[in-house]
């Protein structure tokens, strides 16, 4: 079947079905590529793998295919996100201390107890997130291990939104890296502990 035939399909099926789309409130625009590209990030969403997706799209390798899994990613960190502050309603995960400046927090006069969160794309612009209010060594794995630690004291000003969103992007990344580590971190929680900070941050 060509392109012109599926959009011909398409169309009729959207006429006989009175289909209206919610944004223009209008019969909705369908194509064949329109078509190709909702069935494929459909698919990619519901987990199917790479080579199969080619295979389907009749592609010879599955080099044109990740784009399709480049867009799930980014839709279930907006579901993630919105679950995390359902959530942190009801579960209380941070235990530490908020704090206006590091005059305000314990150790505040310590280099070595400054934290920070390194963004892996901008490695050359950490942000700053608190202070470490153990006045002994720490055998956490900062920075995200200090969101469940009661001696974290973050700054009501830092762009702990910004953690939440690159921890939402690279949460499977993560959870590899850490999941066997020595604390066993869990990444679900450290989710929650992060956006209780914030909510708190808005509350104040």
């Known amino acids: ?104 927090a314990i150790n505040g006069d310590r280099e070595d107890k400054q934290l920070f969160f390194i963004d892996e794309n901008q490695p050359s612009q950490p942000t700053d997130i608190g202070v470490c209010g153990l006045t002994s060594i720490c055998h956490l794995d900062p920075p995200f291990s200090c969101y469940l630690c009661p001696k974290f004291q973050p700054y009501k000003s830092a762009d702990h939104e910004h953690v939440l969103e690159r921890l939402l992007e690279s949460r499977e990344q993560r959870f590899e890296k850490y999941e066997n580590a020595r604390l066993g971190i869990q990444l679900d929680d450290v989710i929650i502990a992060v956006t209780n900070v914030i909510n708190i941050c808005q509350e104040v």
Do not use: C, W
């Not at 060509?2 to 289909?19: G, P």
């Not at 199969?52 to 993630?80: F, G, K, P, W």
């Open 1 to 104: 079947m060509t392109s012109a035939q599926i959009s011909r399909l398409l169309k009729s099926f959207v006429s006989r079905h009175n289909i209206i789309s919610p944004i223009t409130q209008k019969p909705l625009q369908v194509s064949a590529r329109r078509f190709r590209y909702t069935l494929a990030t459909s698919l990619a969403t519901e987990g199917i793998s790479s080579k199969e997706l080619a295979r389907i799209l009749d592609h010879s390798n599955t080099q044109n295919v990740m784009v399709y899994y480049d867009t799930r990613n980014s839709v279930v960190a907006h579901l993630d996100r919105a679950l995390s502050k359902q959530f942190s309603k009801y579960v209380k995960l941070f235990q530490g201390k908020l704090v206006k400046d590091k005059f305000e």
